[in-house]
């Protein structure tokens, strides 16, 4: 329909064209019959401006009917085509005329490569989890990194909700969204700055309901014997294959230790926990979720037992404190020098310095 109806001026054209000739070749001929009468050149002359404003006009209106039918039959028009977004990230909306239109892929131009990720319908339930995306109605896509990422989100035919994460890659994460109808694509083109990063403030810990101690045992190292006559053995208890003191970091938010990574950030840890307050000594570990070991201070702890004549055999069973505290670590942004926290739990396991001889028979 938009083709053959555009077609319709060099057509139209055409055949007007003939008309004007002829025209064109009367007034010519009447101009050398009545060469002499001076007022019939006139008329003629006065035919041809008004076939020469006749035609114009006509032709441009053909011209701009194309136009308006090319405009009518846009069915793709988001209101942005171009998203610049600071390292921080944020969200935006776009709208759109019309609701014909789907999510065909999205494409990383750092390898130019299709995005995969998981999508949901708009109550939350999942519909395909580490696919290739797209979305061809109403619904929600996610593809989150630990150092970047995004949310789509298209809750209504004609609108479009783009929620791009903090980008702690330290590289710029540019993407396409590539929108489809039936007859046309349009992209929608996302570039994203790297992060400036953070710098470290303060730590701050609190006990929730969920934190404090527990105590559990642990299987310390076994000695055996084979001695003619009664001997004493001294041995340090608190010591052996993975008898240390380990401790870590835990959160739930995706970039709880992406800022902190490269520069080895170190900070104060509890030393104890007496009726329910917090007590310090100044002791520091590095901010990280890995686990962090060190020998225990019990590890120099020495005991001395009897060893009967014979065979015997014992062990040592360690009794192990599980400590679990929450925290706030407060980070302020390069950049905007807006203030960041993260929560967290910070887990320690370390031995109490009582333990238990075990002797077999």
């Known amino acids: ?3 053959n109806h555009c077609a319709l001026v060099p057509e139209f054209t055409a055949l007007l064209f003939p008309v004007y000739s002829t025209v064109k070749r009367v007034g010519i001929h009447c101009e050398n019959k009545y060469k002499r009468s001076k007022i019939a050149i006139n008329l003629n002359i006065q035919k041809m401006k008004y076939l020469n404003i006749f035609l114009t006009i006509l032709i441009s209106f053909y011209l701009y009917s194309c136009d308006d039918h090319d405009n009518e039959f846009n069915l793709i028009d988001p209101s942005t085509s171009l998203i610049e977004m600071e390292g921080e990230g944020g969200e935006i909306e776009i709208s759109f005329t019309y609701p014909d239109w789907k999510i065909a892929r999205i494409i990383n131009q750092s390898g130019n490569v299709n995005i995969s990720g998981n999508s949901y319908s708009l109550d939350g339930s ?5 696919y290739t995306l797209k979305l061809d109605s109403l619904g929600r896509m996610d593809a989150i990194w630990t150092d970047k990422g995004f949310s789509i989100i298209r809750n209504s035919y004609t609108s479009l909700k783009i929620i791009v994460k903090e980008n702690s890659t330290g590289e710029d994460f540019n993407f396409i969204i590539i929108l489809e109808s039936e007859n046309e694509s349009k992209e929608i083109q996302v570039n994203q700055k790297k992060s400036h990063g953070y710098t470290f403030k303060k730590i701050e810990y609190k006990i929730d309901e969920s934190d404090g101690d527990s105590i559990f045992i642990k299987q310390g190292t076994s000695f055996s014997f084979n001695v003619p006559s ?14 240390v003191k380990t401790s870590y970091f835990e959160s739930a938010e995706k970039d709880a230790f992406a800022w902190t990574e490269s520069d080895s950030v170190l900070v104060e840890i509890p030393s104890g926990i007496w009726n329910g307050e917090l007590y310090f000594n100044g002791e520091k570990t590095l901010y990280t979720n890995a686990s962090i070991k060190s020998e225990s201070e019990y590890s120099k702890q020495i005991e001395t037992v009897t060893i009967p004549p014979g065979k015997s055999r014992f062990s040592v069973e360690i009794q192990y404190r599980k400590r679990r505290v929450s925290y706030s670590l407060y980070l302020e942004n390069n950049r905007t020098k807006q203030e960041k926290v993260i929560n967290g739990k910070w887990v320690e396991f370390a031995p109490t310095g009582n333990y238990t001889i075990r002797w077999e028979n």
């Open 1 to 3: 329909m938009k083709a």
């Open 126 to 130: 999942p519909i395909r989890e580490n």
């Open 230 to 243: 009664s001997q004493e053995f001294s041995f340090a208890p608190i010591k052996g294959i993975d008898i």
